[in-house]
């Protein structure tokens, strides 16, 4: 049949809409998840809506006074149950983890391993990192009062993540905040939110309160988890680090921020330059680049710069790039979306006008959004590809004349988040250190920082405010503080 309308019978009665039309328009909008590395859509999720956010955390802060009564050591055996079935259901995880990323197979592990070990740290320790403090009275006034300083939760903390280790980022702050007795409710990048979505499977399955939930979506989703909540943890980009804190003040709800970082490398003369190439070469391509604390500048002693530069080209071409399966057979793979792409290509292109050369990379990897490690010679620090965090798989490298230049320069940046010192004197190493305006440095390593959860991880400046972890200060920061004096007489 003819459905077409007589010609001008459209404006006389205005349509009126089907029932499936009016359908799509109350369905939730729908967020197509896809592997990079390939384009397939890997799976669809709810962009969910204030209300439904409203309604998550009204229901979390019911459950979350029994999860605060059952104490530290309540709460630790939910805590080690979920770090059996992490365990237990690690390969399934890598191959959620894998597919929203593109990463390769062995780096996809990394997220399940991550967020096991920390569990367990922070499952273990939290009695004793909640414990009341009995600080000594400092005033004669105060000394027949026993002074306590007690550890109080707040009851529901937000965590909003990034895409770039879609279960470890979540992991690094849900599971301390659930030691420390808050209900979380947990806010996935858009970009990557199943492998999230497999840790929110696992709270239920092991039939633990319901005092972790995950909600997806986008900015709109973010901003109602801020909405809501007693505490926000942010991990992220500057940008939206700082509409984050604006949001929060307008709320009075504290906030921790863990943003970009722009980490430089120094390599000393005295270095062992093979492990020093090595190292680097590590540090700058390790998942694509894509690590808030990947090595993003590189400042090389001038006797040994020929050599550095010989050998990091040499570690860096000798890389597999591809997408795996189950098996390992690369060591990059994909970037996280196209727009990291551009960022990544306009960097090396604005730095080859300006007169920087290309030694290996420079292009498209020829699948996906996928990105050649690249060496980039001959930059200066009027080069985005020193200024702006690219968060890609580039090592831009300098030549300098000595130390004082090389601190000099490193500490050149907006970012403050984690540097590395590359030297055969440790001491030297360590006057060094304190010298550069970071929150992290390793001497002759990158990342250990990232795997040692009793030191603080937090960045300076532009790269963040507050901390995660350092121990005890990682429930800590959870909590509310309580001063009770109470007469001893
Ligand atoms: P992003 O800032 O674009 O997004 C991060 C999260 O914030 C996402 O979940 C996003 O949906 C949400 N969001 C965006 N706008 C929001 C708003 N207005 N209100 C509430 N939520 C909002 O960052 P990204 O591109 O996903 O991640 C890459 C960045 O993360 C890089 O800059 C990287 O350095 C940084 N990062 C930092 C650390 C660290 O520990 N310092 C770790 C990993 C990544």
Redesign the pocket.
């Known amino acids: 049949t003819n459905t077409e309308p007589a010609p001008g019978a459209a404006k006389k009665a205005p349509a009126r809409k089907t029932t499936a039309q009016k359908a799509a328009e109350q369905a939730p909008a729908v967020i197509e998840v896809r592997n990079p590395g390939t384009g397939a859509v890997v799976g669809t999720v709810p962009e969910m809506s204030a209300d439904e956010v409203a309604a998550k955390v009204r229901e979390l802060r019911l459950f979350q006074p029994e999860w605060e009564a059952i104490g530290p050591n309540g709460r630790k055996e939910w805590l080690l149950k979920l770090q059996d079935w992490l365990i237990d259901n690690t390969d399934t995880i890598a191959d959620v983890v894998q597919s929203e990323t593109g990463k390769p197979r062995v780096d996809s592990l990394i997220d399940p391993a991550f967020a096991t070990d920390l569990l367990g740290y922070y499952a273990r320790r939290a009695a004793k990192f909640l414990a009341d403090d009995h600080p000594s009275p400092h005033s004669p006034l105060a000394r027949v009062k026993k002074l306590t300083t007690a550890y109080k939760p707040y009851p529901v903390v937000g965590v909003?993540?990034?895409?770039?280790f879609p279960l470890a980022?979540p992991a690094l702050d849900v599971f301390p905040a659930l030691a420390a007795g808050a209900a979380v409710i947990l806010?996935?990048?858009?970009?990557t939110p199943l492998s999230a979505l497999e840790m929110a499977r696992g709270w239920a399955e092991i039939g633990a309160p319901p005092v972790f939930a995950v909600v997806t979506g986008?900015?709109a989703t973010?901003?109602a988890v801020?909405e809501n909540a007693d505490y926000i943890q942010f991990?992220?980009?500057?940008?939206?680090g700082r509409?984050?804190a604006v949001?929060c003040a307008e709320r009075m709800v504290p906030y921790s921020l863990?943003?970009?970082?722009k980490d430089p490398a120094i390599v000393l003369s005295d270095a062992d330059v093979d492990r020093a190439a090595h190292g680097i070469a590590f540090g700058g391509m390790f998942n694509s680049g894509q690590v808030?604390i990947s090595v993003e500048r590189v400042y090389v002693e001038a006797p040994v710069y020929d050599e550095f530069v010989a050998k990091l080209t040499a570690n860096v071409k000798a890389l597999r790039q591809g997408i795996d399966g189950r098996e390992s057979k690369h060591d990059v793979g994909a970037l996280a979306n196209e727009n990291q792409t551009s960022v990544v290509q306009r960097h090396v292109d604005e730095a080859v006008a300006a007169g920087a050369k290309v030694l290996t990379g420079g292009k498209r990897a020829g699948f996906g959004t996928a990105f050649e490690p690249t060496v980039l010679v001959d930059v200066d620090h009027t080069m985005s590809c020193i200024t702006e965090?690219t968060?890609g798989p580039t090592l831009p490298v300098m030549k300098v004349a000595d130390e004082a230049e090389a601190v000099r320069l490193a500490n050149d940046s907006i970012y403050g988040?984690s540097a590395s010192v590359w030297t055969g004197d440790k001491e030297r190493g360590e006057r060094i250190a304190r010298q550069l305006n970071a929150g992290a440095v390793n001497i002759n390593d990158v990342f250990v920082n990232l795997f040692s959860f009793a030191l603080p991880?937090g960045?300076w400046g532009q790269?963040?405010v507050g901390a995660r972890w350092g121990g005890a200060n990682g429930v800590r920061k959870y909590c509310r503080q309580q001063a009770i004096t109470t007469p001893l007489l």
């Not at 991990?235 to 939206?240: E, F, I, M, W, Y």
């Open positions: 909003i993540t990034p895409w770039n980022m806010k996935p990048s858009e970009v986008a900015a973010g901003a801020i991990t992220g980009s500057t940008a939206t509409k984050i949001a863990e943003l970009g970082g808030c965090e968060f988040l991880m960045g790269s963040g």
